[in-house]
């Protein structure tokens, strides 16, 4: 009686211990599990924060220097300005935004920065001195001196789809669509539309 009692006690042990192992084994499993669960969540909230980081540079992160005295009063020459690439994607340029473009497309030029003063279906005209737009002055946001020479503007130029007519705020020393070699902007070849400026430190702030 007592040998069998030992073998029940050492077979009862046994399932003990088995019992406990495999409770062990599948601890460890959902362990397991669960840290690759967690690496994995972690490993995407990565790829998703370097994702938003890249578009969000590649949209609103493009620095573009500021060449010449053309926009002088609103930019002035080495300033460092952003570029929003993202806002002509989803909406069109209008009166006033300020403009980053290359000139006829060309890649071998510097960007320029203008004004838009007319776009697609507008008539635009200087007279006087002064900027019209479909028979109506101009409503500016900044204060312009007289302007010296029309050039181009002199006789209405209507413009065309998908086009703007840009001048420089400083109106007496800017080329700009007045001028034969620039002309009325293309969209297709407009970088984004200019918003802040981030040098130098005393400049630093969003464009009006």
Do not use: C
Not at 102 to 117: A, D, M
Not at 173 to 179: F, I, K, M
Request: no cysteine; net charge positive; hydrophobic share 40%.
């Amino acid at each position: 009686m007592r040998h069998r009692r030992n073998r029940y006690k050492t077979g009862r042990s046994r399932g003990r211990r088995s019992a406990s192992s495999l409770s062990f084994g599948r601890r460890r499993k959902e362990i397991n599990k669960d840290s690759i669960k967690a690496g994995f969540l972690w490993a995407g909230e990565i790829i998703l924060v370097v994702g938003v980081a890249a578009l969000i540079v590649f949209f609103l992160g493009v620095r573009v220097p500021v060449i010449g005295q053309s926009m002088a009063g609103t930019l002035e020459n080495g300033e460092t300005v952003l570029v929003n690439r993202f806002v002509y994607r989803m909406f069109t340029p209008k009166a006033n935004d300020i403009i980053v473009f290359l000139p006829n497309g060309n890649e071998k030029s510097h960007y320029y920065l203008k004004r838009v003063i007319a776009v697609p279906g507008d008539t635009v005209q200087i007279k006087d001195g002064k900027v019209y737009v479909n028979d109506k002055p101009f409503k500016e946001k900044i204060e312009n001196p007289y302007v010296e020479s029309g050039l181009l503007a002199d006789e209405p130029i209507v413009v065309g789809e998908d086009e703007y007519f840009v001048l420089g705020d400083n109106r007496n020393n800017s080329e700009d669509s007045r001028y034969a070699n620039i002309g009325n902007v293309k969209k297709e070849h407009i970088l984004g539309k200019a918003w802040f400026i981030i040098a130098p430190w005393e400049s630093f702030g969003l464009l009006k």
